[in-house]
Structure formats: structure tokens, C-alpha cells
């Protein structure tokens, strides 16, 4: 057999059934198609089995009327009997291409097909070899796409051989790293690296590609520039057939943002953005760290609970932002104030926390507490004048108070609230006492709610007198609770609470119409023109839902004129006034409801607000009236303070009097009116009644009540 041009052509010594028998024989043991077309009738004269089981037919399905233009897709026919056409007419030398094939079932397979023109004794035909490149285009697809995810990657990519030593990378890792790739290649990897990592890093590195073929993990490079970066590297080794290793890939993911990202983000969560110290959070965790250590080494630490005495105070006088400038400042003057290895934190509002490493006495933490309480009540220069913050300190030590880092702050919590009840500016420290008090006052607190429907609250009066002629011309209404287990209670214990949960309100309401009542049956009974004071707390008289047309409603009702009843609030009350304070009290004052400044000379004692509130009574503090026998300062403010409330047409009261010698200096001094023991103690209004019954009395004969 001989060929020229393409054509087929046959030794004529060998017969047609022998040449037959040789196709056959070569073309039925051979694995690609092999197929015979006969153009002029449009059909397959022959097909092998590979190549009828190629597209999914029987064979004599193919042989049956089946055109090589059935299998070709539709967009190529034209371009395919274009190419049949001209290896025919011998303008093609062969038939070669790449193309689209369709099965039996509507599916495609990729092929490549060879054909010739053969010379039959009848016929002109194409002979043909078909290939199924299915795999091999899949293959050469996938390592086209391969090549263009390595060169288009926006992930750093380098390719080392078996040794680490780098063979190429793509231009992700020269947007990177700086370095281009005749910077890197024959370098080994791991000098790339900053100089964090020691030879056992690495050893485990490459012992872990060693036994799993992987390696993951964060890590610090340097840049062509020098400059370090935070990268997340995942290393993958490529085998050959015979498990030796081809190479290993490495991709690079650039994570210093993401790091410093996510480092902000820790902060703000663990840190007070204010001040900048630990958060409750984070301080909480770093105790019960402490702690851990603490038991570890058989030592101890203590906590100190702080929160700030009045701090509403400076932010309702000064302002928010002037009150955040004064936290900074205190967080400063704490962290001054301890070692570096104690922690100090905010745990929010104006409470702060300090751990004391090692403190497990009271001779330790005592030194500590009066450094803080001293440094705290220096002067600091804030909205144009000088501020004094001071603070009440509660402290609880581990392990001997709690061995739970939750119960240690709530211990070291209790405690402060214990010095607050000391004073301004002191510490206490935790005793299972303090524990018993506070389980106490959770009791008050949840009895407290329904105190008013069970009918458990009591008026209490106590006369005020006129100092000159002892006429009781008024008394102060004061509440008290009789509780069925633990029996009468005094404000002091219940109010505070009761201002926290907002019970305050309708605490107060009852309050005033309770008195309002029994001054209305006292005016009718005994005294026309007698007087009943009521106490309103700063949380009760800024609520909106204090509303004064609601008062002199009650009062008409009664039908008792606004002089009948006197308001006392007190002087912090004056002095950080909102606007909607002011307007109550003007309307108050505009139905003829007197008021009174209660505690007068120990807060801010401002005459522009007592003038500017139209003030009716001042009253002078207790503290002032105790000592006014023997301490001649206090002898001088009660003088002072009598004077400038006369030439501001105002009347004042003394409280506390409890002495005859207290009686007749007031005398002296001009006072005006007196409460006291002297006179009498807090009456129930049944006995109160007695008193109004009698005759009008001197001090010295009400003192007897």
C-alpha cells in the first residue's frame, strides 16, 4: 500500500477480500475510531466498534443511513463539509481539525479527527481516525486555568522545589513582597522571614511538610523595602507518581490589616475609650487571671471597689464633657498612686477598680487607700474653677473574703457601699457582717414594692415653734415604714433604694396628700392657720412625672390654700436646676405653696439661687446647731446665716435644737423658728392631735411632749 497527496492507494497483487480482511483486522484492534465516509450517499460504508461505542451507538445504528454531519455540531457543519470538500477535490493534502462532536444521548465530547481520501474500486471516500480528547482538553484546560489563577491571584504564590529553594512566583508575591522574581530565585524560602524565628520553628515546619505534606500558620516577613507585615502562609507539597516530591507551593495571604484591625477591635472591646484603662471585662479576666497565679504561689491580692462621691453633682454642674475630663484625670492619679504590676480598671460610669498584687493585709491596703483618697481630693482646674472629687473605697481580699473573682468584686462592692455610708472620701473593708446588711437591704428593696398597698407607711410630725413666743406654728411631716417583720424604719434605710428603683414618685405622692389631709383636719380643728411641711428628694421633684397641678389639685380639693403646705428640697437641688425645676417651682410659688431650703451651709449656699428662687425659709443645718454652745465657728455661720436670710426677707429654721442653752443663743441671734428634740421628738398624728389640743406652750413645756 502507497500513498501520495493524501490519497490512498493498494498493491494491486493483493486482492480486495485480503485488503479487507488486513482494515479490518487493524482497524477493529485498535483503541481510537476508525470510520469510512462515502460523501456522494451521505454515509459511514464502515465504523469501528471504539468508535460506534465513542458516541454512543451500536454500530449498525451508524452503518444505517447515519451521516458524518450528525455527529458534527451545528455551528460547524459548514466549516467541516468545506474541509471533506477540498480533501476530495485534492486542494488538502488531509483532513485535520479540533472540534465539538455530538453523542447518541445529545451530549458533546471534544475530538480530533485525521482523514485522507481513499480510492475505492466503486467509490471516492474519506477514511478517517477519530480521537477522544475529552480528558486531554479537560486537562489542558485546567492547567490553562491553573496558569491564569497563579498569574492573575490577587494571594502572593512562590513554588519551591523538595529543598525550600524557590523556582518561581507569580506577580501577586512581587505586588507583596517587592521582590521581583530574579530577587528570589535559588533562595531558600525561609529567608524571606524577619529575624522572630529560631532554627526549632522551622524545623517544625518542615517537619510537619514532612509528615502530612502541609503547613499552615501566621508569620512576620520583611518586605524588599525592610519593612514587616503580618501574612497568613498555607504550604502544599506536590508529589510525583512515585510519591517523591515534585515541589511545594506556597501561597501568601496579606493579613496586616486584617491584624491590626482586629487588634483595634480587641481593644475597643477590653479597653474604657475614655480613660483608656481595662474595661469591666477585661479586668474581670485579668483577676480571675491574678487569682489562678495567686493560688499557684500560696499568696493572696486585694481588691479595692471605688466609686466616686456625688459625681452627678460636678457633671450636672460643670457638664458631661467637663465631667469626662475629671475621669481622666482620676484614672490618671490611680494608675499614680499604685505599682505597675497592679491593675487598674473602669468598670463603668464613675466606678473604678484596683488589683493589689501580693496585699493580704489591712496594714498593706490601709497605706494604699489613703494614698488614693488624698491624691483623688487634690484641687484640679476644670470649666475656669477648682474641683475636688473625692471617692468611698470597699476592700475585699483573695483568698480569704471570696475564691470566685464575680463574689471578690461583689464582696469589695458591698464594702464601699459601706463607706459611703461613713461619709465622703472613706474605705471599708468586707466582712461577712457588710454581706448580712446588704442581704438586709435586698429584702427592704424587694418589700419595698408593695409597702404602699399593704398600707405599711406612717406619717410622722414634728413641730416646728416659733423660738419667741413657742407657738407651734408648723411641722415637718416624715415618713416612716412599719414593716411587719423588722418594725419601723427609718428613711435613711428605705429612700435611697427607693429613688434607684423609681418608687420615689409614688412614695411622694402619698406623701403629700397623706400630710395634705391632716393638715386640712388640724386647720378645721385646732389651728386655722397651721402649716405642714413636706420633703421632696431631688430624684422626686426632677421626674417629669411630678407635676405640680397634680398637688394643688389635691389641696383644693381639701380646700386648703397653697400657704398651707411648705415644700422643702435641698440645696443641690437649687443649684443644678434644670429649667423644667425652675418652672415648678414657680408654679408653686405663684399658687402660694411656701418653700424651704432643708440642710442649709453644707452644700454650695449660693444667695443668687435663693434669690432668684424666691425662697421663703431657710433651714440651718443640724451640724451647725449642735456645737453652737462650745464651737464659736459654728456660732458665727448660724449668726451669718441668720442675718443675710432677714435682709433677703426670708424666715429660717433651726434644726437639731435639742438643748436649752441651744434655745436661748438662737434666741440672741434672731432666729426665727425651731425644731428639735427639745420641743419634741417626731409624734404619730394621734398624739400630734393631743399636742394641738392643749394649750399653746413654751419651749420648755412642748419639750415635755
Given at each position: 500500500?502507497?500513498?501520495?497527496?493524501?490519497?490512498?492507494?493498494?498493491?494491486?497483487?493483493?486482492?480486495?477480500?485480503?485488503?479487507?480482511?488486513?482494515?479490518?483486522?487493524l482497524a477493529e484492534n485498535v483503541v481510537v475510531g476508525i470510520y469510512v465516509f462515502e460523501p456522494r450517499i451521505d454515509s459511514f460504508i464502515y465504523v469501528n466498534n471504539t468508535l460506534a461505542k465513542m458516541f454512543g451507538y451500536k454500530r449498525q445504528e451508524m452503518l444505517s443511513g447515519l451521516s458524518l454531519f450528525d455527529l458534527v455540531a451545528i455551528n460547524d457543519v459548514d466549516q467541516v463539509r468545506d474541509k471533506i470538500t477540498r480533501v476530495l477535490s485534492g486542494d488538502l493534502p488531509q483532513l485535520h481539525y479540533e472540534r465539538k462532536a455530538r453523542c447518541k444521548n445529545g451530549e458533546?465530547?471534544?475530538?480530533?479527527?485525521?482523514?485522507?481520501?481513499?480510492?475505492?474500486?466503486?467509490?471516492?471516500?474519506?477514511?478517517?481516525?477519530?480521537?477522544?480528547?475529552?480528558?486531554?482538553?479537560?486537562?489542558?484546560?485546567?492547567?490553562?486555568?491553573?496558569?491564569?489563577?497563579?498569574?492573575?491571584?490577587?494571594?502572593?504564590?512562590?513554588?519551591?522545589?523538595?529543598?525550600?529553594?524557590?523556582?518561581?512566583?507569580?506577580?501577586?508575591?512581587?505586588?507583596?513582597?517587592?521582590?521581583?522574581?530574579?530577587?528570589?530565585?535559588?533562595?531558600?524560602?525561609?529567608?524571606?522571614?524577619?529575624?522572630?524565628?529560631?532554627?526549632?520553628?522551622?524545623?517544625?515546619?518542615?517537619?510537619?511538610?514532612?509528615?502530612?505534606?502541609?503547613?499552615?500558620?501566621?508569620?512576620?516577613?520583611?518586605?524588599?523595602?525592610?519593612?514587616?507585615?503580618?501574612?497568613?502562609?498555607?504550604?502544599?507539597?506536590?508529589?510525583?507518581?512515585?510519591?517523591?516530591?515534585?515541589?511545594?507551593?506556597?501561597?501568601?495571604?496579606?493579613?496586616?490589616?486584617?491584624?491590626?484591625?482586629?487588634?483595634?477591635?480587641?481593644?475597643?472591646?477590653?479597653?474604657?475609650?475614655?480613660?483608656?484603662?481595662?474595661?469591666?471585662?477585661?479586668?474581670?479576666?485579668?483577676?480571675?487571671?491574678?487569682?489562678?497565679?495567686?493560688?499557684?504561689?500560696?499568696?493572696?491580692?486585694?481588691?479595692?471597689?471605688?466609686?466616686?462621691?456625688?459625681?452627678?453633682?460636678?457633671?450636672?454642674?460643670?457638664?458631661?464633657?467637663?465631667?469626662?475630663?475629671?475621669?481622666?484625670?482620676?484614672?490618671?492619679?490611680?494608675?499614680?498612686?499604685?505599682?505597675?504590676?497592679?491593675?487598674?480598671?473602669?468598670?463603668?460610669?464613675?466606678?473604678?477598680?484596683?488589683?493589689?498584687?501580693?496585699?493580704?493585709?489591712?496594714?498593706?491596703?490601709?497605706?494604699?487607700?489613703?494614698?488614693?483618697?488624698?491624691?483623688?481630693?487634690?484641687?484640679?482646674?476644670?470649666?475656669?474653677?477648682?474641683?475636688?472629687?473625692?471617692?468611698?473605697?470597699?476592700?475585699?481580699?483573695?483568698?480569704?473574703?471570696?475564691?470566685?473573682?464575680?463574689?471578690?468584686?461583689?464582696?469589695?462592692?458591698?464594702?464601699?457601699?459601706?463607706?459611703?455610708?461613713?461619709?465622703?472620701?472613706?474605705?471599708?473593708?468586707?466582712?461577712?457582717?457588710?454581706?448580712?446588711?446588704?442581704?438586709?437591704?435586698?429584702?427592704?428593696?424587694?418589700?419595698?414594692?408593695?409597702?404602699?398597698?399593704?398600707?405599711?407607711?406612717?406619717?410622722?410630725?414634728?413641730?416646728?415653734?416659733?423660738?419667741?413666743?413657742?407657738?407651734?406654728?408648723?411641722?415637718?411631716?416624715?415618713?416612716?415604714?412599719?414593716?411587719?417583720?423588722?418594725?419601723?424604719?427609718?428613711?435613711?434605710?428605705?429612700?435611697?433604694?427607693?429613688?434607684?428603683?423609681?418608687?420615689?414618685?409614688?412614695?411622694?405622692?402619698?406623701?403629700?396628700?397623706?400630710?395634705?389631709?391632716?393638715?386640712?383636719?388640724?386647720?378645721?380643728?385646732?389651728?386655722?392657720?397651721?402649716r405642714v411641711s413636706v420633703n421632696v428628694s431631688p430624684a422626686q421633684f426632677q421626674a417629669p412625672s411630678l407635676r405640680p397641678t397634680d398637688w394643688l389639685a389635691s389641696l383644693q380639693r381639701l380646700g386648703l390654700p397653697g400657704e398651707s403646705v411648705v415644700i422643702e428640697i435641698t440645696e443641690k437641688l437649687i443649684m443644678n436646676a434644670a429649667a423644667s425645676v425652675g418652672e415648678k417651682l414657680l408654679q408653686f410659688r405663684d399658687a402660694g405653696v411656701r418653700v424651704a431650703v432643708d440642710d442649709f451651709g453644707t452644700g454650695y449656699s449660693s444667695l443668687t439661687y435663693l434669690k432668684k428662687?424666691?425662697?421663703?425659709?431657710?433651714?440651718?443645718?443640724?451640724?451647725?446647731?449642735?456645737?453652737?454652745?462650745?464651737?464659736?465657728?459654728?456660732?458665727?455661720?448660724?449668726?451669718?446665716?441668720?442675718?443675710?436670710?432677714?435682709?433677703?426677707?426670708?424666715?429660717?429654721?433651726?434644726?437639731?435644737?435639742?438643748?436649752?442653752?441651744?434655745?436661748?443663743?438662737?434666741?440672741?441671734?434672731?432666729?426665727?423658728?425651731?425644731?428639735?428634740?427639745?420641743?419634741?421628738?417626731?409624734?404619730?398624728?394621734?398624739?400630734?392631735?393631743?399636742?394641738?389640743?392643749?394649750?399653746?406652750?413654751?419651749?420648755?413645756?412642748?419639750?415635755?411632749?
Amino acid at each position: 500500500m502507497s500513498s501520495a497527496a493524501g490519497q490512498l492507494y493498494f498493491n494491486p497483487i493483493v486482492n480486495s477480500e485480503q485488503l479487507e480482511a488486513m482494515f479490518r483486522g487493524l482497524a477493529e484492534n485498535v483503541v481510537v475510531g476508525i470510520y469510512v465516509f462515502e460523501p456522494r450517499i451521505d454515509s459511514f460504508i464502515y465504523v469501528n466498534n471504539t468508535l460506534a461505542k465513542m458516541f454512543g451507538y451500536k454500530r449498525q445504528e451508524m452503518l444505517s443511513g447515519l451521516s458524518l454531519f450528525d455527529l458534527v455540531a451545528i455551528n460547524d457543519v459548514d466549516q467541516v463539509r468545506d474541509k471533506i470538500t477540498r480533501v476530495l477535490s485534492g486542494d488538502l493534502p488531509q483532513l485535520h481539525y479540533e472540534r465539538k462532536a455530538r453523542c447518541k444521548n445529545g451530549e458533546y465530547i471534544d475530538i480530533e479527527v485525521f482523514g485522507a481520501r481513499m480510492v475505492l474500486e466503486r467509490c471516492t471516500a474519506v477514511v478517517g481516525v477519530v480521537l477522544d480528547i475529552t480528558r486531554r482538553r479537560k486537562a489542558e484546560d485546567a492547567v490553562q486555568l491553573t496558569s491564569l489563577v497563579y498569574q492573575h491571584s490577587s494571594e502572593a504564590m512562590v513554588v519551591t522545589d523538595a529543598n525550600g529553594v524557590i523556582i518561581t512566583v507569580n506577580p501577586a508575591f512581587t505586588d507583596t513582597t517587592g521582590y521581583v522574581l530574579d530577587d528570589v530565585i535559588g533562595r531558600r524560602l525561609d529567608s524571606l522571614s524577619s529575624e522572630r524565628y529560631d532554627q526549632e520553628f522551622y524545623r517544625q515546619v518542615w517537619a510537619s511538610m514532612a509528615k502530612s505534606g502541609q503547613w499552615q500558620g501566621e508569620v512576620k516577613s520583611r518586605r524588599k523595602n525592610g519593612e514587616e507585615h503580618t501574612e497568613r502562609l498555607t504550604l502544599n507539597t506536590s508529589y510525583n507518581d512515585d510519591g517523591s516530591v515534585r515541589c511545594c507551593v506556597v501561597l501568601f495571604c496579606e493579613i496586616s490589616q486584617q491584624k491590626k484591625s482586629e487588634a483595634q477591635l480587641w481593644r475597643q472591646i477590653h479597653f474604657d475609650l475614655l480613660t483608656d484603662l481595662p474595661n469591666r471585662k477585661l479586668f474581670q479576666e485579668t483577676l480571675e487571671a491574678k487569682m489562678l497565679r495567686a493560688l499557684e504561689s500560696d499568696s493572696g491580692l486585694a481588691v479595692l471597689y471605688m466609686d466616686l462621691d456625688d459625681f452627678k453633682a460636678v457633671n450636672d454642674a460643670l457638664g458631661h464633657a467637663y465631667g469626662d475630663e475629671a475621669l481622666k484625670l482620676v484614672a490618671a492619679r490611680l494608675k499614680g498612686c499604685v505599682r505597675q504590676s497592679d491593675i487598674v480598671g473602669r468598670l463603668g460610669g464613675d466606678e473604678f477598680c484596683v488589683i493589689i498584687d501580693g496585699a493580704t493585709t489591712e496594714e498593706q491596703t490601709d497605706r494604699i487607700c489613703k494614698k488614693i483618697t488624698r491624691a483623688l481630693a487634690e484641687p484640679c482646674v476644670l470649666g475656669g474653677g477648682a474641683v475636688s472629687v473625692t471617692c468611698s473605697i470597699g476592700v475585699a481580699f483573695y483568698p480569704v473574703d471570696a475564691l470566685r473573682a464575680d463574689d471578690l468584686l461583689n464582696n469589695a462592692s458591698m464594702a464601699m457601699n459601706a463607706a459611703k455610708q461613713l461619709g465622703c472620701n472613706q474605705y471599708s473593708y468586707f466582712t461577712p457582717g457588710i454581706r448580712e446588711e446588704a442581704h438586709l437591704r435586698h429584702m427592704l428593696m424587694r418589700d419595698l414594692s408593695n409597702a404602699r398597698g399593704q398600707r405599711q407607711f406612717r406619717l410622722y410630725y414634728q413641730p416646728i415653734v416659733d423660738m419667741q413666743s413657742g407657738r407651734m406654728l408648723k411641722a415637718e411631716a416624715l415618713l416612716r415604714w412599719l414593716h411587719p417583720e423588722h418594725g419601723l424604719i427609718s428613711p435613711d434605710d428605705f429612700l435611697p433604694f427607693a429613688e434607684d428603683s423609681g418608687l420615689i414618685i409614688s412614695i411622694g405622692d402619698w406623701v403629700f396628700n397623706e400630710a395634705a389631709r391632716q393638715v386640712a383636719q388640724w386647720r378645721t380643728l385646732y389651728v386655722s392657720d397651721f402649716r405642714v411641711s413636706v420633703n421632696v428628694s431631688p430624684a422626686q421633684f426632677q421626674a417629669p412625672s411630678l407635676r405640680p397641678t397634680d398637688w394643688l389639685a389635691s389641696l383644693q380639693r381639701l380646700g386648703l390654700p397653697g400657704e398651707s403646705v411648705v415644700i422643702e428640697i435641698t440645696e443641690k437641688l437649687i443649684m443644678n436646676a434644670a429649667a423644667s425645676v425652675g418652672e415648678k417651682l414657680l408654679q408653686f410659688r405663684d399658687a402660694g405653696v411656701r418653700v424651704a431650703v432643708d440642710d442649709f451651709g453644707t452644700g454650695y449656699s449660693s444667695l443668687t439661687y435663693l434669690k432668684k428662687f424666691d425662697i421663703d425659709y431657710i433651714k440651718i443645718d443640724r451640724s451647725f446647731v449642735n456645737n453652737l454652745a462650745t464651737n464659736l465657728d459654728d456660732r458665727a455661720v448660724c449668726e451669718a446665716i441668720i442675718m443675710m436670710a432677714h435682709k433677703l426677707g426670708m424666715k429660717v429654721v433651726a434644726e437639731g435644737v435639742e438643748t436649752a442653752e441651744q434655745c436661748k443663743l438662737l434666741v440672741e441671734m434672731g432666729c426665727d423658728l425651731g425644731q428639735g428634740y427639745l420641743f419634741s421628738r417626731p409624734l404619730t398624728s394621734e398624739r400630734f392631735t393631743e399636742l394641738l389640743r392643749g394649750p399653746l406652750a413654751t419651749p420648755e413645756q412642748v419639750q415635755t411632749h
